[in-house]
């Protein structure tokens, strides 16, 4: 939590000295309580006192106080605010390594799954599309809220040689301006989610779209997929495919997006999940200095409404 106006706590500083003042006076008066000596004929004639009852109206009156001051400072918290609209893309490596099966039953069909259901998770008014990446990348699917054509595009992914990273964001980057463009400055926020399982070893380096697309302020979420034992076999000989992960996420720190690791079908389901939670919200700032007002007002009931009871007299 902050505070929009912070000076105006100091006015805290009176309460301090206020319940000073009382508790000084509490003293006193008690000092002063032993003046008749007879204490057995005292305790039969005088009343009887209401003990720490007597204090709780102060005590109650003060932390109103206390409430009110804080409330004229205006706090604020952040709050997640559901986002209207969206453009999300999904770009997934096809590269030959996504047929290792050290992810059941391959590390392509589980990522098919997977987005499949990430797809179908987000808010139905957020575009979504589709890139493709190997040796090159494909935009598959243009940016849409037809959630059946996406689904159908993640079914059509097939494997391909090398391992193109830079170039799968790159595209993911100009599919976003391309459909904001016809929204001009309303166009609304877009964000680049990137699976990948390998190095990146053709077209444009990561560290050169990560560059452009910290310059369109588009966030580039990174999932380092698979395990360092993923093998698979060309002629028969086998190749070892371990994922890059410090690579990723390097991409997604130097573009304001998230990094994830996932070593099985579950883990990556529950990694779209946690990013499609991010997506689908956005924090802001609102004050909440209502709730600290409201508060003070009930316990100045409360004050009151004891105070009567216990004394038949307002604090």
């Given at each position: 939590m ?5 000076f105006?706590?100091l006015f805290?500083?009176a309460?301090?000295?206020f319940?000073?003042?009382?508790v000084?006076?509490q003293?006193?008066?008690s ?18 006192r ?12 003060l ?8 409330g004229?400072?205006?706090?604020a ?9 969206a ?6 490596d ?6 290792a ?17 990430f ?16 040796g090159t990348?494909t ?5 849409t809220?037809d ?7 993640v ?8 391992t193109?990273?830079g170039e799968g ?7 976003i ?15 680049v989610v990137l699976?990948?399982d ?5 077209g444009?380096s990561p ?7 910290s ?16 093998v ?22 130097d573009?304001g ?7 099985t ?5 529950q990694?779209?999940e946690d990013?499609?939670s991010?997506?689908g ?5 609102r ?5 600290f007002v ?8 409360a ?9 038949s007299?307002?604090?």
């Amino acid at each position: 939590m902050s505070f929009l106006a912070p000076f105006r706590l100091l006015f805290l500083i009176a309460l301090l000295l206020f319940l000073g003042v009382y508790v000084v006076m509490q003293l006193r008066r008690s000092r002063y309580a032993v003046r008749f000596t007879n204490l057995a004929l005292l305790e039969k004639v005088a009343p009887a006192r209401p003990g720490w009852r007597r204090h709780l109206p102060a005590a109650a009156f003060l932390l109103m106080l206390g409430l009110f001051v804080t409330g004229f400072a205006r706090p604020a918290a952040d709050v997640r605010v559901p986002r209207e609209q969206a453009t999300i893309m999904v770009a997934v490596d096809v590269s030959s390594s996504m047929e290792a099966t050290d992810v059941e039953p391959d590390r392509l069909m589980a990522a098919k799954r997977a987005a499949r259901s990430f797809v179908d998770a987000l808010p139905a008014r957020f575009n979504v599309g589709l890139v493709a990446f190997s040796g090159t990348a494909t935009v598959t699917v243009p940016p849409t809220t037809d959630r059946a054509a996406m689904r159908s595009g993640v079914d059509r992914l097939s494997l391909g040689p090398r391992t193109a990273i830079g170039e799968g964001v790159i595209a993911s980057l100009e599919a976003i301006a391309t459909f904001g463009a016809q929204f001009g400055e309303a166009a609304p926020p877009g964000r680049v989610v990137l699976l990948s399982d390998g190095t990146n070893t053709a077209g444009r380096s990561p560290a050169e779209a990560a560059r452009r697309a910290s310059d369109a302020r588009v966030p580039v979420s990174t999932i380092a997929y698979g395990t360092a034992e993923g093998v698979i076999y060309q002629n028969g000989t086998p190749i070892r495919v371990p994922v890059d992960g410090p690579a990723l996420e390097t991409l997604a720190q130097d573009t304001g997006g998230r990094f994830y690791e996932a070593a099985t079908g579950n883990e990556l389901r529950q990694v779209y999940e946690d990013i499609g939670s991010s997506i689908g919200y956005r924090v802001e700032q609102r004050e909440v200095w209502a709730w600290f007002v409201a508060a003070g007002l009930i316990l100045a009931c409360a004050t009151a409404g004891t105070s009567l009871l216990w004394f038949s007299r307002l604090p």
